[in-house]
């Protein structure tokens, strides 16, 4: 779908992406198995391509881990759901009151016994699904770029320098970068 029309633009329009076209069937795995209530193993997924993203971005961890626990409440997996809470999100709630605020939405949840038809519904439908998925296919692009930004940068230096030294060879007056960390020019 997505990558072989990127490929095929790519190849026919001589334009380089702006994004790893190799990330991108990651990214739809992920996002897939979010979309499908498959938490965890996008959880996984992400941790394998990116292990230090859900440690550094601990709000968009937390929208993983209330993903998680309202699937199992989805799932009618109650006890599962409450020990998950207790042991695995709860603190997250202490230390960050937006958190805390979506942490009781998720767990008033339980107090109804159809939960789909209680006034905190909107968390049990596709849309949540989707808005997380947004938000870590968002996070993971971010970090992408900034991953590919460094290495760009070295690169670009590095031309600088070459086309400086081609021009020195052939006595050609230019403004000279003298220091490349500061950007200072040598007037002609």
Do not use: C
């Amino acid at each position: 779908g997505f990558k072989e029309a990127a490929e095929k633009f790519q190849a026919e329009s001589g334009v380089t992406p702006s994004v790893d076209l190799n990330s991108l069937d990651n990214r739809i795995q992920i996002r897939e198995a979010v979309q499908n209530g498959f938490i965890q193993e996008a959880t996984h997924l992400v941790n394998q391509l990116h292990p230090e993203l859900l440690d550094n971005d601990r709000y968009l961890y937390f929208h993983l881990q209330q993903l998680h626990l309202i699937e199992l409440i989805r799932a009618g997996k109650i006890e599962e759901a409450l020990t998950f809470a207790q042991t695995q999100i709860s603190e997250a709630g202490e230390s960050n009151p937006e958190v805390l605020n979506e942490l009781e939405r998720t767990l008033a949840l339980l107090a109804f016994e159809t939960p789909q038809h209680s006034p905190f519904a909107d968390l049990l439908g596709h849309s949540h699904r989707q808005k997380v998925a947004s938000e870590l296919n968002a996070a993971i692009l971010k970090m992408e770029q900034q991953e590919q930004s460094s290495p760009r940068m070295i690169n670009i230096l590095k031309l600088i320098l070459w086309a400086q030294t081609e021009l020195d060879k052939k006595n050609v007056k230019y403004p000279k970068m003298m220091d490349l960390a500061s950007a200072t020019i040598e007037p002609k």
